[in-house]
């Protein structure tokens, strides 16, 4: 009915691996609908794609992921990364999340990724500092950024004419336009 309502593009979050991880993940035993869907999706011709978000704990899925979607059909995926920035989190975070164990397997992942999805796109939101320079060099410039301040050449604003450094990092206001900007 979407598509026939004029839908030109759906995206599906897959949110692990397998039914077992999305089982324990989500709380529900939705996976094999999921699975469905993205089947129905490929009869109906439908442009779409799957997504995942790739953390700390999901990474070493991708790869039983991106096989099994694909023998559903789908060619087309998009990954992006999560940080949890709650600025009043526990200062312990950063040491059970450390940010360079997963950018290092995403270093080693990017290249089977490339080589075994047809069509794929990755949003960073990490600093460009923690990746190696021969990575930055092999691959920047097929980056996603969800966010502009690496650019120097965009300003954030939240729905209330807050300035923020990031979409992903809402919660900190550096200044109000009129007021303080």
């Known amino acids: ?5 004029g839908i030109t593009s759906i ?5 692990a691996e397998n039914e077992d991880k999305y089982n324990q993940l989500t709380g529900s035993n939705l996976y094999k609908k999921a699975l469905k869907a993205i089947k129905n999706l490929v009869k109906l ?3 779409f794609s799957v997504s995942y978000v790739i953390t700390n704990d999901n990474i070493d899925g991708v790869k039983e992921m991106v096989k099994r979607i694909k023998k559903c059909g789908c060619q087309n995926f998009f ?3 999560c940080r949890n920035f709650n600025l009043n989190q526990d200062h312990n975070y950063s040491e059970k999340n450390n940010p360079m164990e997963l950018i290092k397997k995403f270093e080693e992942l990017l290249p089977w990724l490339k080589k075994n999805v047809k ?5 960073v939101n990490d600093p460009l500092c923690l990746f190696s320079p021969e990575f930055l060099d092999e691959y920047l410039k097929d980056f996603y950024f969800p966010c502009y301040v690496h650019t120097n050449s965009a300003i954030t604003f939240d729905q209330d004419g807050y300035v923020i450094p990031c979409n ?5 206001k550096l200044g109000k336009i009129g007021v303080d900007f």
């Open 79 to 81: 990954f992006s990364f």
């Open 1 to 5: 009915e979407l598509i026939s309502d």
């Open 45 to 47: 011709k439908a442009k």
């Open 119 to 123: 069509e794929f796109k990755y949003s």
């Open 168 to 172: 992903t990092i809402h919660q900190l």
């Open 11 to 15: 995206s599906l979050s897959i949110k």
